[in-house]
């Protein structure tokens, strides 16, 4: 993206000046192209024209990714927002600071996600490539990597333990796979993704495989309490008399617990049973 502007003096260095101060930019910081050169007047009294200059200055993606983020901020109500940028390799990292900026944020990074990937679409717009730009608030993305790496660690614990599959809620493709990198790092876990668009998630499971339920023991015949043929097992009393000795009764058994615990992720992660 380029801005340009120009201006007329009595001569180049005068004009050039103009230029900048209608750039709000430095002399050093501009580009110039003369346009026409000054011409004297004749006799000092007939004919002769002023200097003109264009003065332009090249924005890089990630400058015109801050201008269009402050635009925007300031819409939603925002004036005094800083937008500092930090060069990084093929992209940027844009970080915004001011008073009450921290709803910008949204829930669980929404609405940072949504202005990050509008700023994205603004910078490719600027020179050749992919330009991939990051938006940070108040180091949320460094605090937000750190709470999926121990989410994704402990997961993959729990599944190892319980031998089943763990199914997390949807994330973006940056999340998953942070996610994915910290189950790595648990022996014996394996993770993979999920769904479509906006419904793609992470799950997370034992390399081997989910190991199969263990089903309750029932004593004494069949689940329904007899064996086959529908008699009842009842043993006989030495007087004669019929009863369910105490052994004979229906064990409850430990059935399998509920995968399904809720775990706390800037708000409420809901795992699918």
Known sequence: MMKEAIATGETVE?????????????????????LEMP??????????????VRAYVESSPAETAAAYLKKVVSEMGLRDVEVSIQEEENGAMLSLSGEDIGFIIGHRGETLDALQYLAGLVANHVGDGYYRITLDIGNYREKRKETLE????????????????????????????????????????????????LARHVVIGPEEGERPQRRSNYRGGNRRGGPKGGQNNRRSHPSGNRSHPQGDRKSSGNSPKRDDGDMPLYGRIDRKV
């Open 150 to 197: 121990v989410l994704g660690r402990k997961m993959a614990a729990k599944a190892l333990k319980t031998g089943r599959n763990c199914s997390l809620e949807p994330m973006n493709p940056y999340e998953r796979r942070i996610i994915h990198t910290a189950v790595q790092e648990v022996e014996g876990a394996k993770s993979w993704s999920e769904g479509e668009d």
């Open 39 to 52: 011409v004297k007047k004749t006799f000092g009294l007939f004919g002769g024209s002023p200097a003109k």
């Open 14 to 34: 005068q004009a050039y000046e103009k230029a900048c101060e209608m750039l709000g930019v430095e002399s050093h910081e501009a580009k110039f192209e003369i």
